[in-house]
């Protein structure tokens, strides 16, 4: 089965973020009135790195729990790819704290590598460990051969638009990125951002489920038999 503790933690990221902002100007404001720039301020000091990266640490940690457990290798590749999100995070800071340093460039490159990396990994891991797709051998093909769903191209659909999604996801992550929205229109493009993320988590759950009927009825005989197309 899947062992559902902490499991969708990650995407509330930037939740813990916005929460982290709204306490800090909140005890922050000395006239009671909200200021733009104590908002920057909250939204780009340490302290709100280290909220933003709360929840990828708890699922880092129990990976690695279950891996003292049982011994399975594939926790650890599990652990790595919550360890991705720490460099898109750290970076992002730097590169704020940092503005028009001489290394910006560079600081820049490693937090759009980070990133890239980041967003790939998880992909990789949605499609191929959570989802049990990706078989180029396949009858169907790039998926499995058994699929529950009735349309193939559900799945195609669902592997291009967490694709797409995983890389929104990551920039989400990135506190500097919202320099560069500019302050017209800052908070709705936000709202879309943290909208397509439960669009996107949704879509997981549905395949993540789909994926463990199929695990469970092999490992387990004595349950019913499914429609399997």
């Known amino acids: 089965g899947i062992n559902a503790e902490y499991m969708g933690l990650t995407s509330y990221s930037k939740v813990f973020q916005d929460m982290y902002s709204t306490f800090c100007v909140i005890f922050n404001s000395t006239d009671q009135h909200f200021h733009t720039s104590l908002l920057h301020q909250c939204r780009h000091d340490a302290l709100g790195l280290i909220v933003a990266s709360l929840p990828s640490w708890l699922r880092l940690i129990q990976c690695l729990s279950c891996y003292f457990l049982d011994k399975e290798p594939k926790h650890l590749a ?6 991705t999100a720490f460099p898109v995070l750290f970076f992002s800071y ?8 001489p290394d910006q460039v560079r600081i820049e490159t490693l937090w759009f590598s980070s990133l890239v990396i980041n967003s790939m990994y998880s992909f990789y891991w949605d499609v191929y460990n959570d989802w049990g797709l990706g078989n180029l051998n396949s009858i169907n093909w790039g998926l499995r051969d058994r699929l529950l769903f ?19 996801w990551s920039l989400q992550l990135s506190p500097h990125w919202y320099l560069y929205m500019g302050d017209i229109g800052r908070e709705v493009q936000m709202f879309v951002l943290e909208a397509v993320e439960i669009l996107r988590r949704c879509m997981w759950i549905f395949f993540r489920m789909e994926w463990q009927v199929l695990v469970n009825a092999a490992k387990d005989k004595s349950l019913p038999s499914v429609d399997i197309r």
């Open 78 to 83: 599990n652990a790595l790819k919550y360890s």
């Open 94 to 101: 730097v590169q704020n704290a940092f503005v028009n340093h």
């Open 150 to 168: 009735p349309k193939r191209w559900w799945y195609y659909s669902a592997i291009l638009l967490d694709f797409l999604l995983r890389f929104t």
